[in-house]
């Protein structure tokens, strides 16, 4: 007899988990024994499941990079304990979180599937409850006694995603990510159908988990008319050490003088200032158009095809690790953890 995979189910909160509250109205968290009482469902399953549930369950969208770190720093306490993880997380941040936990969990030869839902677990026609139910087995599935999936993941309506590609591009229906610029991991229909070719390898190497995170960024997104004002107070924050720059196209930008001297003095005041797409898929290409020319001689680092949810967690990964300039500008080229296509 096969044993059962062991799978920990780490509940932070997320519609999957809210319902009305009488008084406002509002949609807001319920504790997780409410939530399990909604899926007899989880006792059946053939996974041997344990528990980690929030004290406070929370909306996603007060999410912190203290409860990424926390998060990475509970995987790591229970990595030897279980042959997967599912973290319940609300869809509104949710790729922010799979794309830091992707950066702060280094080496990861484990799945960990984050889920959620566009309706309550509570309401008729909830789609959590197979979101919920797959995202387990996904986690639990080995081929050869190994982990099929060893990455960070989201899985959504049928699909498994790479965390650190996904974008939630849709707040009304329940294929709420996509994944423009990286194929999908696996579909689950009948049976789940992984895309081996798709799928990160596993390593020999053991885990290494990071736990700093440096927030001192900002996103500047430019529009036809964004006035000289707003451009440098953005660059002049106080504290601010990097700017995810989203552009048009595949990475332009206006050629007025005033902008560019703008870019100019902060990189030469040592920010570093990263190149990234206001386009839901492509990459960034400095010098095709010559609309980015000039951003690329000022010295601008192209983002390639990142998201700007992974763009935020590598940036705040990578000031963490080190201030060395060149170092920096070497990581943000680089793939680190199959975020950008190199
Ligand atoms: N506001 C909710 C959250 O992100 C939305 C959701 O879960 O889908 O926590």
């Not at 949609?27 to 909604?38: E, S």
């Not at 609309?291 to 963490?320: N, P, Q, R």
Request: proline share 3%; net charge positive.
């Amino acid at each position: 007899m096969t044993k059962k995979s062991k799978v920990i189910l780490i509940y932070t909160g997320g519609t999957i988990g809210m319902m009305e509250d009488a008084k406002s109205g509002h949609l807001i968290p319920f504790d997780f024994k409410q939530l399990q009482k909604q899926i007899p469902e989880l006792s059946r399953l053939d996974v041997e499941l344990l528990y980690i549930p929030f004290e406070h369950p929370m909306d996603s969208s007060n999410m912190q990079p203290a409860i990424w770190i926390k998060l990475a720093k509970l995987i790591e306490k229970n990595y030897s304990k279980a042959d997967g993880f599912v973290i319940l997380h609300g869809s509104d941040t949710m790729s922010f979180t799979a794309s830091a936990l992707s950066f702060l969990l280094d080496n990861l030869n484990k799945p960990v599937i984050l889920t959620g839902s566009q309706l309550p677990i509570g309401t008729i026609r909830t789609d959590g409850k197979e979101n919920l139910i797959t995202a387990i087995e996904i986690a639990a599935a080995k081929e050869n006694n190994k982990s099929v999936v060893t990455e960070v993941c989201i899985y959504f309506e049928s699909q498994l995603y790479r965390g650190n590609r996904t974008h939630k591009f849709n707040s009304e229906h329940f294929k709420a990510f996509q994944s423009a610029n990286y194929p999908i991991l696996a579909k689950a229909g009948v049976s789940i159908h992984y895309k081996h070719n798709a799928l990160k390898k596993a390593n020999n190497k053991s885990l290494k988990v990071h736990t700093s995170l440096d927030a001192n960024i900002a996103i500047l997104k430019l529009f036809p008319g964004i006035t000289q004002n707003v451009v440098e107070a953005i660059l002049n924050a106080k504290g601010i050490k990097a700017i995810i720059l989203e552009t048009f196209g595949s990475g332009n930008a206006s050629t007025e003088k005033w902008f560019i001297d703008a870019i100019n003095t902060a990189i030469k005041k040592g920010i570093i200032i990263l190149n990234v797409t206001q386009c839901n898929a492509g990459a960034v290409q400095h010098g095709k158009y010559a609309t980015s020319a000039g951003l690329a001689k000022a010295g601008v680092i192209a983002g390639a095809d990142i998201t700007t949810e992974a763009a935020v967690a590598k940036l705040m990964f990578v000031l963490a690790n080190t201030s060395n300039k060149k170092e920096i500008e070497k990581l943000l080229k680089s793939d680190l953890r199959g975020e950008i296509t190199v």
